[in-house]
């Protein structure tokens, strides 16, 4: 990981004359057992969180039912953020399916998709 590549050592292989007669390549793991572990870790948490930031095994739990007794509940901020690359995106969708959005069929709008990218302003 981060560009981190695994060393690789060349064994050389001679006939009695000297000749190279072939060559065994050696690569360490790229993974040691330890990273395997922390890694499958981390994408089992990732793939556990809702579109809310929040665990969904904590979303869903029964003790998040605010009329549960002596459980907890979740309370959303009351002014939200705006998210501003996800505001890009929304006005480029708009002002496209504005100018060609007739021209296209349901299945063409739904598999349009908008990438955005982050500019320096000078």
């Known amino acids: ?4 590549e695994p060393r690789e050592l060349a064994e050389y292989h001679y006939d009695d004359d000297g000749r190279v007669t072939g060559v065994t390549t050696h690569r360490e793991p790229e ?3 330890e990273q395997v572990t922390l890694l499958i870790a981390h994408m ?3 793939a556990d969180i809702g579109p809310h930031g929040q665990p969904m095994t904590e979303a869903t739990d ?6 549960a007794e002596g459980g907890w509940h979740y309370e959303a901020a009351e002014n939200g953020v705006t998210d ?7 006005e480029a969708s708009d002002a496209y399916f504005a100018k ?5 069929t349901p299945a063409q709008k739904a598999a349009k998709r908008f990438h955005v990218f982050r500019v320096m302003d000078d």
Do not use: C, I, K, S
């Open 44 to 46: 089992r948490a990732r």
């Open 100 to 104: 060609w959005g007739e021209r296209m």
């Open 1 to 4: 990981m981060w560009g981190w």
């Open 62 to 67: 029964p003790a998040a039912n605010p009329a």
């Open 31 to 33: 993974f040691d057992t």
């Open 84 to 90: 501003y690359a996800q505001l890009a995106l929304n």
